[in-house]
């Protein structure tokens, strides 16, 4: 085995929050972990939330490879958190230097037939490893470099490279494509293999920056070709905002731009910077399914560039659905400063299908809003659009006064931890009040979340929250208070706690936004569900009893693979059934736990939506693309079509099952029903078998234009075959005749 012991290097580090799973070399050392707790072994090397992992063995010989295998963890747990997940694309790269590449084999998840070549198992709600293997036979080099699509969890714990050693004059393999990957330069990348764009709209495509540890670079120079009949209208690289005005008319009609960011390419904080810049394009002039290339290069401005690369375009002209009154739709966790740097944006947003804008709320003790914020915001409502206002609640009390020793646990001998206090409501608490509730006077949101992991982990502790094993050191307050509560029970003190602390957060809310001329608003928080104490504190039945929540906000941070997307239909199933009276709001994410095409985001909408969903929230505002804001596009033309079902209906239950292979989910709302047949797993030959019960003679037909009449359905239960004419799902309609 030529890669036995030999030196692996990576362009960044493993991350894994376990101090033995951050040690690259054991990816080279022969010995592998157990499949079922890998990632927590010491024979692994783990990366949490990073898009782009670069990895480079030297075999310190030129040798002729017949084969490169990975190990790679897969299988995401049921409850649909940090994903365990199988990578999105392994690339395999070949050198005779060790500084430039050619790309010699691969495996994506946009190849319909990838997963199935490469025998790689579908998650099924454990954890699993799979070695992915590449035949290499014919291409010889001495470096081997690996590049991987990471997911919310990506980990391996042994990489073997199979072959044997040649002349050091052997064949370089000059017929493999040249590519610009390293683990010594700088690399800009685009999170896709190809984008699509809009005719008709300005949308997001996100660059990310790869910079290893061993990077001195302090200058990133960007060359940009934009074809003819492509607009650039706006963005930025690295911090700075671009001039689209800027760009070099070339012989073929089209523009070359060139862009410059330096001081910050070395920072540690920028050596894995999965959003670089976000450039906003329009195909102006192009036409429905018009294919086309935009090619880069970048470099240090003093020599070395990398070779040209090509991203393909495709366009698409958006058709913008009727617009919804009551459901949300929006993009959740996007900042101001977002907003004001996308061209056109509300028209944009009107094409898509969206109804509300994003406002995360940012630190400080007041939210003052700038000119170009408050012009933002009154033209947004002025264009009929709600507001979502994201606030972190009690973590901006942290921030702000850090150094107020008094917010956090106290102890007996005069030291503290660096938690907050549970039972503290002294002065910077009735701040973090008054900014809470300011805030939200200001902006008047239809719609409010908090995000608030100030006791992460609580569930470990104490009921004082201080350490449970190590340091048994108590809180003098918490000690106090719970001395004065009337039942002897941790738990219940806790959930006491939380609800005293929320109530006095929502009820100067209300007041205060009512006293702005504001409009009551819809209150919920991150993964806040029915039946759950999150964070040991904030007991979701107590606060919703008392008004002071209204929906649950069950979080699923996944990167879309078959099983993905009916972990989140579940998901949302089970809330749903527990709050008969109320709604759900699942956060899920538009490319944070991986990327994936954007059929998979189109389904995963409509399996909130078809499910009892009422609105989504999105972590984060990163990976938003022109793909995934398209197939949210696709999915509002379902959702404005049925919006009176899935605003005053309940799920379907009962009156809905599924024959065999597939998978049924649906909303009713008297003798109408939304329905989302669905087969993601390719089990079912391409068709759906349905019972469906209504009550009065009724027709079943597609979501769409034209809306094709799939059945008639008479009085009582009875079984449809639903086709689904080679896409992995498909939306129906029941409605009496």
């Known amino acids: 085995m030529l890669s036995l012991g030999k030196p692996i290097s990576s362009a960044f580090p493993p991350n894994g929050q376990w101090k033995e799973a951050k040690n690259l070399s054991v990816l080279t050392d022969g010995e592998t972990a157990p499949d079922a ?15 782009r992992v670069h990895l480079v ?11 490169v295998t990975i190990r790679l963890l897969g299988g995401t747990q049921p409850g649909g958190g940090q994903a365990k ?36 198992p579908e998650d099924r709600g454990v954890a699993w490893v799979h070695p992915l293997r590449f035949d290499l036979r014919g291409v010889q080099g001495r470096w081997v470099g690996l590049r991987i699509q990471g997911t919310g969890m990506t980990a391996s714990d042994e990489i073997t490279v199979k072959g044997r050693p040649v002349g050091e004059n052997a064949d370089n393999g000059a017929k493999l494509s040249v590519d610009d990957f390293s683990v010594n330069r700088a690399n800009l990348f685009f999170h896709r293999p190809e984008v699509t764009l809009a005719t008709n709209a300005a949308l997001p495509v996100p660059m990310g920056l790869l910079a290893g540890e061993g990077i001195n670079q302090e200058r990133l120079v960007l060359s940009l070709y934009v074809p003819k009949g492509v607009e650039l209208l706006g963005g930025t690289f690295g911090a700075d905002a671009i001039d689209p005005s800027a760009g070099v008319a070339q012989e073929d009609g089209g523009l070359l731009y060139q862009f410059e960011r330096s001081s910050e390419i070395s920072r540690p904080e920028w050596r894995s910077r999965v959003h670089f810049g ?49 459901v949300m739709s929006g993009q959740g966790w996007w900042h101001p400063h977002d907003s004001l740097t996308w061209p056109e944006m509300l028209e944009a947003y009107r094409l898509i299908g969206f109804n509300t804008v994003s406002f995360m709320i940012g630190r400080g003790e007041k939210l003052v809003l700038t000119p170009a914020e408050k012009r933002w915001l009154e033209e947004a409502r002025n264009a009929g659009f709600m507001v979502s206002s994201i606030d972190m609640t009690l973590q901006r009390m942290a921030q702000n006064y850090s150094d107020a020793q008094e917010i956090f646990c106290q102890y007996e001998d005069g030291t503290h931890r660096k938690t907050i206090c549970p039972s503290y409501r002294g002065e910077y608490w009735k701040r973090e009040v008054q900014r809470f509730a300011g805030a939200l006077a200001v902006l008047r949101p ?90 040991s504190v904030w007991h979701f039945d107590s606060l919703y009893a008392k008004g002071m929540i209204d929906h649950s906000q069950v979080a699923s941070y996944l990167c879309l693979y078959p099983s993905h997307l009916e972990i989140i239909g579940d998901l949302v199933r089970q809330d749903r059934a527990k709050i008969p009276k109320g709604s759900v709001m699942p956060w899920l994410t538009p490319g944070d736990g991986g990327m994936f095409p954007g059929e998979a985001f189109t389904w ?27 197939a949210y596009h696709r999915a509002m033309h379902v959702v404005s079509a049925v919006e009176e079902i899935i605003t005053q209906g309940a799920p379907a239950g009962e009156l809905i099952a599924v024959k065999g292979e597939g998978r049924i989910s649906g909303v009713a709302h008297e003798g109408r029903m939304f329905l989302l047949a669905a087969d993601y797993h390719r089990r ?53 005749k």
């Open 446 to 535: 239809s719609f409010s979340s908090q995000d608030i992991e100030v006791w992460k982990g609580a569930d470990r502790v104490d009921f004082d929250f201080g350490p449970s094993t190590v340091d048994q050191k108590k809180c003098v307050r918490c000690e106090a208070d719970y001395a004065k509560y009337p039942v002897r029970n941790p738990s219940r003190w806790r959930r006491a706690k939380g609800l005293e602390m929320w109530t006095e957060l929502m009820t100067e809310a209300r007041k205060q936004v009512e006293a702005a001329g504001g409009a009551p608003f819809r209150a919920g928080a991150y993964n806040f569900r029915p039946g759950q104490t999150y964070q």
């Open 37 to 51: 707790t890998l990632w927590r072994s010491s024979k692994a090397a783990v990366w949490q939330y990073v898009s």
């Open 57 to 67: 063995i030297d075999l310190e010989q030129q040798a002729a490879i017949d084969e």
């Open 604 to 630: 995963a909408v409509l399996e909130a939506y078809a499910n009892g969903a009422d609105g989504i929230w999105f972590w984060s505002n990163r990976y938003w693309d022109s793909d995934t804001l398209i």
């Open 684 to 736: 079912a030959n391409d068709a759906v078998e349905v019972e469906i019960t209504v009550k009065a003679p009724s027709e079943l037909r597609g979501i769409g234009e034209p809306q094709p009449l799939i059945a008639d359905l008479k009085p009582g239960r009875q079984t449809v075959r639903v086709p689904l004419e080679g896409a992995r799902a498909r939306a129906l309609l029941v409605s009496p």
């Open 278 to 326: 976000r450039l906003y394009f329009r195909a102006t002039d192009w036409k429905q399914g018009q294919e086309g290339e935009l090619r880069y290069q970048y470099g240090d401005g003093e020599g070395w560039t990398s070779p040209e690369m090509k991203l393909p375009l495709k366009a698409v002209t958006l058709q913008a659905p009727p617009k919804l009154k009551t």
């Open 85 to 120: 997940s199988f990578p999105t694309m392994v690339e395999v790269l070949i050198s005779d230097d060790g500084v430039h590449y050619r790309k010699a084999a691969s495996y994506s998840r946009w190849d319909e037939k990838g997963a199935a070549a490469f025998g790689i």
